[in-house]
């Protein structure tokens, strides 16, 4: 059956890393995101992930063209911040960036997936659920997120959809590497928390989202996999 997938935030880092891994495994991957370098695997479609209008647009137009089964919810945004300077006004503001689009995107592509008796849903979580300092918005909204995705998946289990969370930890992205350069502070600050004693690489997380929208997946749903490193441990 061809089958296409709907990635978010797939210009660079984990999200082109999960577009060549599910493009290399049949899949037609449509990647979304502001702008993108050359070299993309698939069909790429601009949106501001962080306008609801552009949202609802994107939705609709991915689901007229059909057969979009399944959905990589990776786009988010992250804020450092002391919990006591967190007001109410950017609380509410981070939440909604991280989660109005997986909720708007997933909902327009699940009956589709529920008359195809085919879905693949994959969110993409963070290892601040399990508690990290200066994150408290970011860390709310993945949270909720995986509530979600188990939610997702006990309603839809019985129409052959899957939902799962792959929860990355310290990962060697463009962004992370821009605000923590080789042998600085914040590098070693992250590896002392890290048993592994290195950080992820993107096609490793990318393997991880692949395996959960492959067919060998269709009896695992509602799950959250930590690709950390062993960070995870001990946590929670």
Known sequence: M?????????????????AQALADTGWHVIGVARSIAGGFPGEF?????????AIRKLARDVVSRGNVLGV????????HERFESVTDVDFMALL???LRPALQVTQALLPGMRDAKFGRIVNIGSLTTRGLPYRAGYA???SALESLTRTIAIEYAAYGITANIVAPGPTETELFRANNQPGSEGEARYLTGVPAGRFGRPEEIAAAISFFCSDLASFITGQSLFIDGGSSLGKG
Do not use: E
Request: glycine fraction near 12%; include cysteine.
């Open 2 to 18: 061809d089958k296409s997938i709907l990635i978010t935030g797939a210009s660079k880092g984990i999200g082109r890393a999960a």
């Open 45 to 53: 479609v601009s949106c501001d992930l962080t306008d609801s209008d």
């Open 72 to 79: 990589v919810n990776n786009f988010g945004i992250a804020r």
């Open 96 to 98: 909604g960036a991280n």
């Open 140 to 142: 709310a909204a993945k």
